[in-house]
């Protein structure tokens, strides 16, 4: 049996909805379960019914769940405490599994922890309980550490609003969104995202700040009126959430991204992890919900608040049925938003009056923009406000910088953007066609961070062989994440071969990228590079040289 991990989890998590300590372990045999039985009859003391290590018809992972469960339990109360709220579950790492339960003093709990794990492999090494048991006793005596406690924000030491935003793509633009509808209607907003921690636009951290740390500093600040977090699958699943609960929560969308990563195999893995963020929006609050994705939808079930639908389609059946009950949601008509709630309908704002959208041509952007209306919305906003918001936000460098910025440069265009999975090169590849002018092409420059397995890889160059007419493939040495120089590309170039007769060329890096796609482009042509590691470098330049045109 080996011992994974022990991960601390500052707030709510995928296992339970505190602050929690994971124990995850593997590759369980059957002399395993006899140590672990072991373990249990030395913490409890008196088994009256000990577990068999060789029940009939077993399944021995569940066996060795329930067994480090008993372990977990009976340490709390050989200390004195009550036994904490806990789970058992199978992960989707084959063979793999995690016992996870709550705490309120770090110390305590690590220790805990480090002494299950010791039981449950003392058949490795001894270990003298009743002196281990008095040390861990001795944690829960005051004084304690300033970081004893949970990270994340509570309820009770916070006087102003979360707006929560999750989903795999959008994310980043949404929060921004948000935060600049709501700076315009005179809210002062202190937000943090994938690129940096702001207070009313100013940068005070710069990195990705998507979990508590992150939270955390926005709370730090005096005198805002709303705090806007964008909280990622990495910080829910390394750290668990920054905040105990929010006011209103978002989902943009849910599509394959980081699979294989810290556990998480599939989309459906990945939808329970951002399911968090709505599961904690509070009694009263609002949880804005894409129908247009049936995962993120399903999310609506339990909730304890309300649900706000959103759709780019006039007539999504499920927003159909949510509005004749009364309930609220944004989708669009005859080239326009509405507004749902309270049993009537109001026009919010014309499509081709929102930038981002590029007249409707990004549908991604729409996507987003409904989003952050709804929250905005959600909040207390008036409707005129929202508008107002919308309108003056664009996608532009010193607005949204990196997501979807689109320059006039002499006679092409240009498009420099974050995307980094197959949803967002699709997106991406959507809107060049949509510009393209006369004859001229899509020159499409493609790659992505070596977290990505290699069918992810793949899928990328295929969009490229499918929805560009000609394709560089990039490597990105900043971002190889454990792979080796030119890996990526060699994958890529082998898919792409495999959907086009064509054959893609290959280059060192972005700037390469760029400069390579600037000399094969010629008037009509739209450049769409998915832009992760040189984009400053490539934004000045464009915004030096260039017209934006959004």
């Known amino acids: 049996m080996e011992i994974v991990e022990i991960r601390v989890l500052d707030g709510p998590n995928v296992f339970l909805p505190a602050p929690a300590i994971k124990i995850e372990f593997a590759n369980v045999e059957d002399a395993d379960l006899h140590t672990l039985e072991d373990a249990v009859r030395a913490v409890e003391r008196d088994v009256p019914e000990p577990v068999s290590a060789d029940p009939p018809n077993r399944e021995i992972g569940l066996v060795a769940r329930s067994l480090l469960l008993r372990i977990v339990s009976g340490l709390h109360v050989a200390v ?43 058949a490795l090494s001894p270990v003298d309980l009743p002196e281990r048991i008095e040390a861990l006793r001795a944690t829960l005596t005051p004084p304690f550490a300033e970081d004893d406690a949970p ?14 935003v999750t989903g795999t793509n959008g994310k980043t633009t949404t929060t921004r969104l948000i935060a600049a509808v709501l700076r315009k209607s005179g809210r002062k907003v202190g937000w943090c995202s994938s690129v940096g921690v702001y ?42 959430l920054g905040y105990e609960s929010n ?72 927003v159909e049925k949510h509005v004749a009950r009364g309930g609220w949601a944004l989708d669009t008509s005859d080239d326009e938003v509405r507004w749902w709630h309270d049993n009537k309908v109001e026009p919010l704002v014309a499509i081709d009056q929102i930038p981002i959208t590029f007249g409707g041509r990004a549908a991604h952007m729409l996507e987003n923009a409904l989003c952050a209306a709804a929250a905005c919305l959600a909040l207390g906003l008036d409707a005129v406000s929202v508008r107002d918001g919308l309108v003056a936000f664009r996608n532009r460098s010193d607005q949204n910088r990196a997501r979807l910025n689109a320059y006039k440069l002499n006679d092409i265009t240009v498009i420099v953007d974050f995307a980094h999975n ?5 997106n991406l590849l959507g809107l060049a066609r949509a510009l393209v002018v006369d004859e001229g092409q899509v ?27 000609r394709t560089i493939i990039k490597d990105v040495p900043h971002y190889l994440r454990g792979r080796e120089l030119g890996e990526m590309p060699r994958i890529m170039r082998e898919a792409y071969r495999a959907a086009s007769p064509d054959d893609p060329e290959l280059v060192a890096d972005e700037r390469a990228g760029f400069n390579r796609a600037l000399e094969l482009s010629r008037p009509g042509d739209v450049i769409a590079i998915m832009c992760l590691e040189d984009y400053n470098q490539i934004l000045e330049q464009l915004d030096r040289d260039g017209e934006p045109i959004s």
């Open 422 to 426: 197959e949803a967002g090169l699709r």
């Open 199 to 240: 207070i009313e636009g100013e940068l005070v951290l710069e990195g990705d700040y998507t979990g508590p740390s992150g939270a955390a500093r926005v709370f730090a600040e005096p005198d805002l009126d709303v705090a806007v977090l964008e909280t990622a699958r990495g910080g829910i699943l390394l750290r668990g």
């Open 443 to 469: 020159i499409a420059v493609i790659g992505t961070a070596g977290d990505r397995d290699d069918e992810a890889l793949r899928g990328l160059a295929m969009l490229g062989a499918t929805d560009a007419d």
């Open 151 to 164: 990270e994340m924000i509570r309820d009770a030491a916070r006087s102003i609003p979360i707006v929560a």
């Open 80 to 122: 004195g405490e009550a036994t904490p709220e806990n789970v058992a579950v199978a992960l989707e790492s084959p063979g793999h599994h995690a016992v996870a339960y709550a705490w309120s003093h770090r110390a305590f709990a690590t220790h805990l922890a480090k002494l299950a794990r010791d039981l449950a492999t003392m």
């Open 247 to 318: 006011d209103v929560s978002v989902v943009t969308n849910i599509s394959a991204d980081h699979l294989g990563l810290h556990g998480i195999h599939t989309v459906e893995g990945l939808a329970r992890v951002k399911h968090i963020v709505p599961n904690v929006t509070r009694t009263g609050g609002f949880a804005v919900l894409n129908a247009d994705d049936d995962r993120v939808l399903a999310m609506r079930e339990g909730l304890k608040a309300q649900p706000f639908l959103i759709s780019r389609s006039p007539d999504n059946v499920e």
